[in-house]
């Protein structure tokens, strides 16, 4: 996958996250995928406990946003896209 493929798989993966849509969660997380963050009660960090914890984050910060900064500079010099979903 090219730097310019990854950054924009990045950057789905984030606006659907934020936006809560699960159509394109389901296209941008492997089937195998496996979250590595602090899990909510009653979750697994699987594929399917990813998006329904998503829907409740959603529920709590319902006005969040996505902000990119010089990602493609950064990212080809080895360093990962700087990515943060903020509640304004």
Do not use: I
């Not at 090219?2 to 389901?26: G, H, I, P, Y």
């Not at 296209?27 to 998503?54: C, N, W």
């Not at 996505?66 to 990515?83: K, T």
């Amino acid at each position: 996958m090219s730097v310019e493929e990854n950054e924009a798989l990045v950057r789905r993966f984030f606006e659907a996250r934020v936006k809560t849509d699960l159509d394109a969660l389901d296209k941008v997380l492997a089937a195998e995928f496996l979250s590595h963050t602090r899990v909510l009660a009653g979750h697994k960090p699987d594929r399917e406990g990813y998006k329904r914890m998503s829907l409740e984050y959603a529920a709590t910060f319902f006005q969040a946003q996505v902000h990119s900064r010089g990602a493609a500079s950064r990212s080809r010099e080895g360093a990962y896209p700087l990515q943060r979903a903020r509640n304004p």
